[in-house]
Nanobody, 115 residues
Framework: QVQLVESGGGLVQPGGSLGLSCVAS????????MGWYRQAPGKQRELVAH???????TSADSVKGRFTISGDNAKNTVYLQMNSLKPEDTAVYYC?????????WGQGTQVTVSS
C-alpha cells in the first residue's frame, strides 16, 4: 500500500504563485512516476503534469509556461510550482503515484484563485 500526503494549496490572487508538494510512502516498491491531476466543480478530473522516475515530464497545454513539475526520487516527493495563476486554475489538486502497475491517489488539496 502506498500513501500520498499532499501539502500546499490555499487561496491566492490572480497572477500569484503557489507551490504544492506530495510525499509518497513506500518502502517495498520503487515509484515509476508521480504527478498531479485537478478537478474543478462540475468538470472532469484532468491531468495537470506528470513526471517519470527518469524525470521526463508532460503537462497540460493549459498550464505550460506557468506550472513546473519536479521530483526528488530519494525523497519520493513530487512538487508543482504554479505561477501566473488564473481563476480557471481553481480546483482540487490530486497527487498520483504509479507503483508496481497500480496508481495511487492523494486526498486532494484545494487551490482557489480569486481576488
Amino acid at each position: 500500500q502506498v500513501q500520498l500526503v499532499e501539502s500546499g494549496g490555499g487561496l491566492v490572487q490572480p497572477g500569484g504563485s503557489l507551490g504544492l508538494s506530495c510525499v509518497a510512502s513506500t518502502t517495498t516498491f520503487s515509484i515509476n512516476a508521480m504527478g498531479w491531476y485537478r478537478q474543478a466543480p462540475g468538470k472532469q478530473r484532468e491531468l495537470v503534469a506528470h513526471i517519470t522516475r527518469s524525470h521526463a515530464t508532460t503537462s497540460a497545454d493549459s498550464v505550460k509556461g506557468r506550472f513546473t513539475i519536479s521530483g526528488d526520487n530519494a525523497k519520493n516527493t513530487v512538487y508543482l510550482q504554479m505561477n501566473s495563476l488564473k481563476p480557471e486554475d481553481t480546483a482540487v489538486y490530486y497527487c498520483i503515484a504509479d507503483v508496481a502497475g497500480a496508481r495511487y491517489w492523494g486526498q486532494g488539496t484545494q487551490v482557489t484563485v480569486s481576488s
